[in-house]
């Protein structure tokens, strides 16, 4: 049974950082690139950052590059995201991602990030 469980969101200040974590199982986790993305309320769903299998390549949304990274341990069948110099408009659900071709994608849960003072 295929899951990716995320975990780390919370309620930080601007200009915190949070760390969240995305724990796969259920499939070849080295396989997939996996991904956050993020929605806010009354928004869609977009994308904050790729990384293909092997950690080959990352790719940021303009919103967050240069304060966010994305980085994954195959080991550990877990992805990361490191989130700094957090903003109002980062407040989201974040979603984890793992995608293998077209036919195989798998989301999490979500979990809420609020920045807020």
């Known amino acids: 049974q295929v899951q990716l469980v995320e975990s780390g969101g919370g309620l930080v200040q601007p200009g915190g950082s949070l760390r969240l974590s995305c724990v796969a199982s259920?499939?070849?986790?080295?396989?997939?690139?996996m991904s956050w993305y993020r929605q806010a309320p009354g928004k869609e769903r977009e994308l904050v950052a790729p990384?293909?299998?092997?950690?080959?390549?990352?790719n940021y949304a303009d919103s967050v590059k240069g304060r966010f990274t994305i980085s994954r341990d195959d080991a550990k069948n877990t992805v990361y995201l490191q989130m700094n110099s957090l903003k109002p408009e980062d407040t989201a659900v974040y979603y984890c991602n793992a995608r293998l071709g077209f036919l195989r994608i798998y989301w999490g849960q979500g979990t809420q990030v609020t920045v807020s003072s």
């Open positions: 259920g499939f070849t986790f080295s396989s997939y690139t």
């Open positions: 990384i293909t299998r092997a950690g080959g390549s990352t």
